[in-house]
Structure formats: structure tokens, C-alpha cells
């Protein structure tokens, strides 16, 4: 037994221990909870845009980490009340003799002016064919933004608003209703909806892409994000060059950030599909978007067909007639530019439906998805034609010449079924006719011309005059083209049929009598002013397209005023099977005495549009 003393002590140590246990504990309590009060809760609105941490800010008025790393704006939102409030129709900084505003747009936007439409709750909006087809959905969240520090990454708590979410933790297909073009300030919310009107009615007929009565300024800002931005970007390259620059910045950026995480629905289809066809003029990355584009509709299962009719909801039908939209247009896209770059297409024609079928079907829309009708109708004589021009050099000339005539037959009675003497007889907008006509006529006069080197030789003459009248008829209906305002609006693939009809020129004018001459003449004096028309960029395409007609007159003019015959070229005058060099280059090795042609001017803008192309 213990003696009593040394009970007491015992007593007492414990006692002494046990209070300044409590003690520590409570300061550890006391100092977690000022660790916990010191961090920050709401994150920038730079951060919270690509959804990643925002260090280093807790006042809320020193720049975040990030925003100081980068030099960008640290601009910070005020809470939002519970309930949604529509949105101010106020502009923001870019807008001129308008205040600022603290707050960014109202995320939440309902569907109010689609007409017909009844507006849906929020979680609808976000196209629901991605269930329906069951797609695939790869898990990338540990491919993090090489641009970002672990540092930054850390450890995420998600409790925290400004803390980073996995790219996965939304639904497939579901967006943010974010709108960053206008909430980080590149653009005012009334130019906004301007540029998107503008899309809609000059643009878009081009595309044959987007549903007006769906792709509102509120379904967009409500659905995704990245098309918001990339249908503004779209718009302002045409109409409002001054913002163009930081929105092609913007968007790209957030199209490379969507496709690196994985992200994959029918709004990042779309807004690659609408970069790619109205690129800047040296960005070379055509291909491979075009390529990204194809993987995340095979992924998304647009290549499997409906089996059932369209759903009687008209918001439902919509949405599912946007995404089979969009599968034909990437198999349009995927000819266009296989043909443009000399490689192989990837979306086989089976896997598209009958378009014509499924235009009459969406024809309560009133949208006009005849016009992908009429472009898939050729799909297959297209790709004969493709196949034909790579093939070129191994086939004997009877066969040659046999499935040129076939070919050409198939073109022409294509030209007869879509596009009558009567414009208002069409099935489609006169605007819509008169750009689908030019391009059925631009593989016209190419079959021609290549018809001269392989046709029995007491043919040559009634080619080449059949050549000349189809060069007139396409000469028109360029004009024609350029008159409706539309010519602008092609894409810097366009130049290749442009700047190949020069070179068929200037090919076959050696062949030509005198008065046949003058007419060639006349013929890229008339493309020349089409172009220059519309020459107010330096590098804009048509300008470059302008400068290589003006040069490529002026060498058939000297050449022709000239009292003795200059040596004609080889007889073969073939189209090299790639068109890839640069066309300034082509004229100073055709006419090298030349002096007027001067110094190359578009030497980077060729070598990127005709690096590893084929043959127009």
C-alpha cells in the first residue's frame, strides 16, 4: 500500500498533467479555427473560370498568385443571393461611357426567346444524347494544366469554392454557366448579342451548322461556354475586327484547355468545327482540330443511327437534330480538308444517314438543313474525285478518260437536281444556291481541264473550247458571289480553288489562239477586282488570293504583247499532283526574266495554307 505523502503527489501530477492537456488542446482548437477563418472562400473570377485554386488572397484585394504570375486582372464577384436575378443588360468595361459593374453576368439564363420553345429547368438544357448513346468517358483529371504548380493543385477540399474540381465531376456534357467573354470583360453583353445575330445571318447559312431558333445568346451561355466564345470569335473576325484579337486568344485558349481535359459534348464539337473553318491565316493547326473533332464525335456515338422518329417535345428535337447535324457537318469537314491536305478521310459514308431523308424530317424546324442535303448527294463522286487526282499517275489514259466523262456526267446532273434556272424554285436560300452552285462549278472546270491530257487527241479542241466556257461560267458565278456579299465569308481554304483557277490559266493559255487569249485575261482581271473588293486586311485571304491574280496578270499581259512567241511549256499541263509551294514561287520559276513580280510577300501564309496538299 502506498503511503499517503506519496499518494498525494501522485494525485497532484496527474491533476497538473491533465490541465495542461486541455490547455494544449484548446490551443491547438483555437488556432486551427484562425487557420481555417484565414482561408479564403471565394476564389477570383480568373480562377474560378478554369477552375483552379486561388492562393495568396486572402484580403481579397492584393492579386491572387496566379493572376500575378500570369499579369492578368485579380477581380473578385460579391455574393449572390440565394435566388437567381436576371441579369443587368448593362455593359461592361469594353462598352464605351457605360459604368463598371462589380459582379459578373448572372450565370443562370433561361431559354426565353426560342421561339415556340417552352423554357426547360436548367439540367435539360445540356443535349442529352450523350446518355441516349451511351458514350464513353474517359476519366483525364490526373492530366493536370502543365501551366499550373503543384503547389497550386495541392490537395483539394471540396468545401472550398475557390479549390479545383476533377473535369469528370459534372456530367458528360453538362457546361459551365459561366460566360468568361463577358464576365472577364473582353466583351460587352450588348455586343455580345450583336455578334451572335450577326453569326446567325451572314456566317451560319455558310456553315450550315447551328440551329438559330436554339443557339440563342441564353442557350449558349447556359449549354457551353467555349461555343459562346468561339461563335463570338466567329462574328468578330467579320464585324468587329477591333475585339477579335483577345477573343481568338480566349477562345483558343479554352478550347486547348476543354480538349486536353477531356471534355467531350456536342458544344466543343461545335466550337473546333467553327475555329477550324474560319482559322486565323498562319495558324496550321487545321488538321489536327479537324482530327479532335472526329475522335469526340465517334466517342459521343454520333455515328450511330436514330432509329426512332424525332421526339414530338420541340426543344428535345432540336437539341437531338442539333447533334446529328453536327456528325454530318464533321463528315463534310472531313472530305474538304482530307482533299486540301492529300490524306485520308476517316468518317465512312455509311455511317452517315440519308441526309436527304432526314433534311425532309427536320423540315417543321424551318432551319433549311437542305443545304447539307445538297453537299452529302456528291459525297461519293467527291471521294472518286479525290481518288482519281491521287491515282492519277498509274492509270492508262482510256481509263482515265473514261472515269473523267463519268465523273463529269455526275457533276453535272448534280448541278441540274439542286440548282434550277429559277432561284426561288430552289430548296434552300438564294445565298445558300449561289455558294454550293460555285463550288459544283469549281470541280467542273477542274474535270475539264484535266480532260485535256488525257482525251483522244481530235478532242483537244472541243475541250479546250468546253474548258473556256465553263472558266466564263465560273468567273460569273464568282461574281455573282462576291455580289451577294457572301464571298468574304469562305474559309482560307477557299484560296486553293481560287489560285488553282489561275493556274489553270496561265497553263492552258500557250494552247490558245489570240482572241481566246484576251478572253483568259479578262477572266483573272475579273477574279482580281472580285478579290480586291474586299481587300481590306493585309492578310486576309482574299487580299493574298488579289495579290497572286494581279501578279499572274500582269506576266499574261507581258507575255501576249510580246512580238515573238515565248517558249510554251511542256505539253503535259497537268496540275503537279501536290499543290505544295508557295505560288509567288511558281510564277518566278514559270517567267524567271520577269522583273515586275518583286519580292515574295505571302511566302509563310502559302507555305502554311498548301503544306502537305494535294492537288484542288
Request: glycine fraction near 4%; aromatic fraction near 8%.
Amino acid at each position: 500500500m502506498l503511503q499517503p505523502q506519496l499518494l498525494s503527489r501522485v494525485s497532484a501530477h496527474i491533476s497538473s498533467f491533465q490541465i495542461k492537456s486541455v490547455e494544449l488542446i484548446g490551443s491547438m482548437t483555437s488556432s486551427g479555427e484562425r487557420k481555417r477563418h484565414q482561408r479564403n472562400l471565394i476564389a477570383c473570377l480568373g480562377c474560378r473560370t478554369i477552375k483552379t485554386r486561388c492562393l495568396d488572397n486572402e484580403d481579397q484585394v492584393t492579386p491572387c498568385q496566379r493572376c500575378q504570375r500570369l499579369g492578368i486582372p485579380c477581380v473578385y464577384a460579391r455574393k449572390r443571393p440565394r435566388q437567381s436575378i436576371k441579369p443587368s443588360r448593362s455593359t461592361l468595361r469594353l462598352g464605351s461611357g457605360v459604368p463598371d459593374r462589380d459582379d459578373h453576368v448572372d450565370p443562370v439564363h433561361r431559354v426565353d426567346n426560342v421561339e415556340g420553345i417552352p423554357n426547360p429547368p436548367p439540367e435539360t438544357l445540356a443535349p442529352p444524347l450523350e446518355s441516349r448513346r451511351g458514350a464513353r468517358v474517359f476519366d483525364t483529371s490526373t492530366y493536370l494544366d502543365p501551366d499550373i504548380s503543384q503547389e497550386e493543385q495541392g490537395t483539394i477540399d471540396p468545401g472550398d469554392p475557390g479549390a479545383s474540381v476533377s473535369p469528370m465531376a459534372h456530367p458528360p456534357g453538362a457546361q459551365s454557366h459561366e460566360d468568361p467573354a463577358v464576365s472577364m470583360h473582353l466583351i460587352s453583353e450588348f455586343d455580345a448579342r450583336n455578334l451572335i445575330d450577326l453569326f446567325h445571318r451572314h456566317l451560319n447559312p455558310v456553315i450550315a451548322l447551328m440551329d438559330p431558333k436554339l443557339h440563342t445568346l441564353d442557350y449558349l451561355r447556359s449549354t457551353s461556354s467555349t461555343l459562346f466564345s468561339a461563335v463570338l470569335t466567329a462574328s468578330a473576325k467579320f464585324f468587329r475586327r477591333q475585339l477579335y484579337p483577345d477573343l481568338l486568344a480566349h477562345t483558343q485558349l479554352a478550347v486547348n484547355r476543354a480538349t486536353s481535359l477531356g471534355t467531350c459534348n456536342v458544344g466543343i464539337i461545335q466550337a473546333l468545327l467553327i475555329m477550324l473553318y474560319w482559322k486565323a491565316p498562319r495558324d496550321g493547326s487545321l488538321w489536327v482540330k479537324m482530327g479532335i473533332a472526329i475522335r469526340l464525335g465517334y466517342q459521343l456515338g454520333l455515328h450511330i443511327p436514330r432509329t426512332k422518329p424525332l421526339p414530338e417535345d420541340v426543344l428535345e428535337a432540336r437539341i437531338m437534330a442539333d447533334a446529328e447535324r453536327t456528325w454530318i457537318v464533321i463528315s463534310c469537314f472531313d472530305r474538304l480538308f482530307s482533299d486540301v491536305f492529300g490524306l485520308p478521310t476517316t468518317v465512312r459514308l455509311e455511317e452517315v444517314p440519308e441526309t436527304e431523308t432526314w433534311a425532309r424530317e427536320t423540315a417543321r424546324f424551318h432551319y433549311g438543313d437542305m443545304h447539307n442535303a445538297c453537299s452529302m448527294s456528291s459525297a461519293s463522286t467527291y471521294l472518286m474525285w479525290i481518288k482519281y487526282r491521287r491515282s492519277l499517275s498509274t492509270l492508262p489514259k482510256d481509263f482515265a478518260w473514261s472515269i473523267l466523262n463519268d465523273l463529269y456526267t455526275q457533276y453535272d446532273r448534280h448541278l441540274q437536281r439542286w440548282f434550277p434556272g429559277d432561284p426561288s424554285l430552289g430548296e434552300f436560300s438564294a445565298n445558300e444556291q449561289t455558294m454550293l452552285k460555285w463550288f459544283d462549278l469549281n470541280h467542273l472546270v477542274k474535270m475539264k481541264f484535266h480532260m485535256l491530257d488525257v482525251c483522244p487527241s481530235r478532242q483537244t479542241s472541243q475541250i479546250t473550247t468546253d474548258w473556256l466556257g465553263l472558266a466564263i461560267r465560273f468567273t460569273d458565278q464568282t461574281e455573282h458571289f462576291e455580289h451577294s456579299g457572301c464571298l468574304p465569308y469562305l474559309p482560307d481554304t477557299s484560296a486553293i480553288h481560287l489560285s488553282t483557277f489561275g493556274i489553270m490559266c496561265h497553263r492552258i493559255f500557250w494552247r490558245l489562239d489570240e482572241p481566246a487569249k484576251n478572253i483568259v485575261i479578262g477572266l483573272v482581271r475579273r477574279m482580281s477586282d472580285c478579290c480586291q473588293a474586299h481587300a481590306e486586311e493585309s492578310e486576309a485571304v482574299l487580299t493574298l488570293v488579289g495579290r497572286f491574280m494581279r501578279k499572274l496578270l500582269v506576266v499574261l499581259e507581258a507575255q501576249t504583247a510580246e512580238t515573238a512567241r515565248v517558249e510554251a511549256p511542256p505539253e503535259t499541263m497537268q496540275t503537279q499532283e501536290t499543290d505544295a509551294f508557295d505560288l509567288d514561287d511558281f510564277l518566278r520559276m514559270t517567267f524567271p526574266s520577269s522583273g515586275t513580280l518583286g519580292q515574295t510577300e505571302d511566302e509563310q501564309f502559302w507555305t502554311m495554307l498548301f503544306a502537305n496538299t494535294s492537288a484542288s
